[in-house]
Antibody, heavy 118, light 110 residues
């Protein structure tokens, strides 16, 4: 059974940078589209970025384009989200999710918390 | 990037039937189909249905999804206390080349 485990969430100052990681196991990681989704406190789900299995195609939410970069290392079964120029409104739980069987987000991690505050 | 439209809240009685809706357009729900996710407080989302009316193994038959035009629906029969949760729809938007979510519907089981 597939599993996703996020890490890297932390308290960061406005304008700072952070790299989130997501360790994947139990499925054919390199074959799957992977995505980062976030959820601000008390708010709904917000899609951020998606990357193809071979890493050659990426899509971003307009408001994070240029600040966030999604990447993956298939040799390590790992997904990453590099975030820079962080703002207070970027504070959220960040989830890693994958389309492991279906053309939908069928596997989710537990999330990692990012706090942006001085 | 515009999202999908869901009613903020729905309340139904125990053992009743709830139908949640999700409205998009021809660029997303209409031609790409929709998926439904359930999220209990403090937990990650869980996939309930995909491509409009398909249910992953392990999901109760009480949950059924459908689509008509640009609107997707999730019907939950025989409501149980554990069905009280937030429900989100999602779809790929071919025009935006982005995934879009609905704002979520909070289901209360009375």
């Amino acid at each position: 059974e597939g599993q996703l485990v996020e890490s890297g969430g932390d308290l960061v100052q406005p304008g700072g940078s952070l790299r989130l990681s997501c360790a994947a196991s139990g499925f054919s990681f390199s074959s799957c589209w992977m995505t980062w989704v976030r959820q601000a406190p008390g708010k709904g789900l917000e899609w951020l970025a998606t990357i193809r299995g071979d890493g050659r195609e990426k899509f971003y939410l307009n408001s994070v384009k240029g600040r966030f970069t999604i990447s993956r290392d298939n040799a390590k079964n790992a997904l990453y989200l590099q975030m820079s120029s962080l703002r207070a409104e970027d504070a959220a739980v960040y989830y890693c999710t994958g389309e492991t069987y279906f053309n939908a987000f069928d596997l989710w991690g537990q999330g990692t918390v990012v706090t942006v505050s001085s | 990037q515009a999202g999908l439209t869901q009613p903020p809240s729905v309340s139904k009685g125990l053992r009743q039937t709830a139908t949640l809706t999700c409205t998009g357009n021809s660029n997303n729900v209409g031609n790409e189909g929709a998926a439904w996710l359930q999220q209990h407080q403090g937990h990650p989302p869980k996939l309930l249905s995909y491509r409009n009316d398909n249910r992953p193994s392990g999901i109760s038959e009480r949950f059924s999804a459908s689509k008509s035009g640009n609107t997707a629906s999730l019907t939950i029969t025989g409501l149980q206390p554990e069905d009280e949760a937030d429900y989100y729809c999602s779809a790929w938007d071919r025009s935006l080349t982005a995934w879009v979510f609905g704002g979520g519907t909070k289901l209360t089981v009375l």
